[in-house]
Antibody, heavy 125, light 110 residues
């Protein structure tokens, strides 16, 4: 069965970086994309972007361009989200979710069918 | 890219029906029949309930249904049960390989 397991909670000081991992199993890793979504305390879900697990190419929501990086290691079926220059308002639960792959001019599906349990990142001095 | 608009909260008694709206624009909800809905119990992974506006994945109760009219999508839950109490989020494809979520709605079962 499909499982998506994320790394544990992290605490960082403002200005630091953090890398969250997302390990998938139960399916062919590179056949899908991984999306990242965050939820700040008391706020709703916010879409951050996706990574093509086959090519490694990524696409980011505008507000995350330049300071967020999505990568993957196909040998261990793991995707990563790296956040740099952290600020206190980046404190949030960061979740990965499986999405459809892009092929033939369209995505195979447009929803997120399996999610990780979320990784809390706390930014505090 | 602004979040889709959802009511902050809705409530209903067991057995009743409730509807949660999700209002976007002609660039997202109005342009694509690609709205999905997620049930989120705090501390747990979100569970996807509806895709492509009105389709249910296997294993999701037929008490959950989706619809769309213009720039507004809706999730209806009939025969409310205590375990339906959760936060619900809509999400729409918004073109150019981007997605946008709603602000979330807290459902209280009275």
């Amino acid at each position: 069965q499909v499982q998506v397991v994320q790394s544990g909670a992290e605490v960082r000081k403002p200005g630091a970086s953090v890398k969250v991992s997302c390990k998938a199993s139960g399916y062919t890793f590179s056949d899908y994309y991984i999306h990242w979504v965050r939820q700040a305390p008391g706020q709703g879900l916010e879409w951050m972007g996706w990574i093509n697990l086959n090519s490694g190419g990524a696409h980011y929501a505008q507000k995350f361009q330049g300071w967020v990086s999505m990568t993957r290691d196909t040998s261990i079926s793991t995707a990563y989200l790296e956040l740099t220059s952290l600020k206190s308002d980046d404190t949030a639960v960061y979740s990965c979710a499986r999405g459809g792959a892009f092929s033939g001019g369209r995505f195979s599906f447009y929803h997120f069918d399996f999610w990780g349990q979320g990784s809390l990142v706390t930014v505090s001095s | 890219q602004s979040a889709l608009t959802q009511p902050a909260s809705v409530s209903g008694s067991p057995g009743q029906s409730i509807t949660i709206s999700c209002t976007g624009t002609s660039s997202d909800v109005g342009s694509y029949n690609l709205v999905s809905w997620y049930q989120h119990h705090p501390g747990k992974a979100p569970k996807f309930m509806i895709y492509e506006g009105n389709k249910r994945p296997s294993g999701v109760s037929n008490r959950f249904s989706g619809s769309k009219s213009g720039n507004t999508a809706s999730l209806t839950i009939s025969g409310l049960q205590a375990e339906d109490e959760a936060d619900y989020y809509c999400c729409s494809y918004s073109g150019a390989s981007t997605w946008v979520f709603g602000g979330g709605t807290k459902l209280t079962v009275l």
